[in-house]
């Protein structure tokens, strides 16, 4: 390893992530003089930019939409990308290229900071798509059991699990499985951007006050987090699980503990930033 190596992130959009904030933060407080840059890579420009720009970097993250398709470029991937068919952290070691996926360790990390311990609860995930893989993935050997509900049954079918079940979003049992979870997931895009007004919960449905509620989404209040709140509940959004996905790439790629308080008071700088 150089002593100044490069990092990054690639997705389309970039341009609102908090990856570089967060990771310079890291990397300053770690006394590391590397860089972290934010690389926008349209689909079909993924192969030229892993050839060229990709191949001088020790390591990035992965965000949409090239989560799957970089798991096909890379030498090989750990078990988890395996079982959730995501990359979101890519390590360079000489020649060779290894895929990771974090999100599963950062949402259980984002639990655990909010003090919220999922062994034996009762699950209901929103959604299923690659977040929503990485939550089951993470929960599958905790909770006594998993709902996932998805506007298409057939994506939410195709989770695998021993504890698994899947509805769809309109199906006549989401009330009372809302009322019967100890810990309820948004992993779905609604309640951000022109979803904002949008909930994943069935209409007039309410949440018992000791139910957990995680909405994946972060940077701005969203329609669960505020019925959640009315129903007496302890909730968190995404922005802790970015964090601590985003601390368990940087000790693949540089082996040292982040200070994760640095990360995320950069985070909320950005954030700020970003509201203005
Ligand atoms: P994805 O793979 O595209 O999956 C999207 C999921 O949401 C699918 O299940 C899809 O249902 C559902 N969906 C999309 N639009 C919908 C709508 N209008 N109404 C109802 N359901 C809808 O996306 P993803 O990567 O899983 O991301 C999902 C969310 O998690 C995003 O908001 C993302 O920002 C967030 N996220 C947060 C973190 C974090 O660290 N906090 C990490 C990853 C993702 P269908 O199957 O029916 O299309």
């Not at 690389?39 to 191949?55: I, K, M, Q, S």
């Not at 798991?71 to 390590?91: E, K």
């Not at 985070?267 to 509201?275: K, N």
Request: with cysteine; glycine share 8%; net charge neutral.
């Amino acid at each position: 390893m150089s002593a100044s190596e490069r990092l990054g992130v690639i997705g389309d959009p970039i341009a609102h992530s908090l990856s570089p904030a967060m990771h310079a933060a890291a990397l300053e407080a770690a006394g590391l003089d590397w860089t972290y840059e934010a690389h926008r890579v349209a689909g079909p420009d993924l192969p030229e930019w892993w050839l060229t720009v990709g191949r001088r970097l020790r390591g990035f993250n992965v965000t949409i939409p090239h989560k799957t398709a970089v798991s096909a470029l890379v030498d090989d991937v750990d078990t988890v990308c395996h079982a959730t068919g995501a990359v979101n952290t890519v390590l360079r070691a000489g020649h060779r290229t290894r895929g990771y996926n974090t999100d599963p360790v950062g949402f259980l990390c984002a639990l655990s900071e909010a003090g919220f311990n999922p062994f034996g609860a009762n699950v209901l995930v929103f959604g299923a798509g690659g977040a929503a893989r990485g939550v089951v993935h993470a929960l599958e050997p905790l909770a006594r059991r998993i709902v996932v509900a998805n506007r298409s049954v057939e994506s939410a079918q195709r989770l695998r699990g021993e504890r698994l079940e899947a509805v769809s979003l309109d199906d006549a049992s989401l009330p009372a499985r809302v009322r019967q979870a100890d810990l309820l997931v948004n992993a779905t895009p609604m309640g951000m951007r022109h979803l904002a007004d949008v909930s994943p919960l069935p209409q007039g449905a309410t949440i018992r006050s000791e139910t957990f509620v995680s909405d994946l989404v972060y940077g701005h209040d969203t329609p669960l987090l505020r019925t959640a709140r009315r129903c007496g509940c302890v909730v968190q959004d995404g922005l802790e699980m970015l964090i601590q996905q985003g601390a368990e790439s940087f000790r693949l790629w540089t082996g040292v503990e982040p200070d994760i308080a640095a990360m995320r008071r950069a985070c909320r700088d950005r954030m700020e930033i970003l509201s203005c």
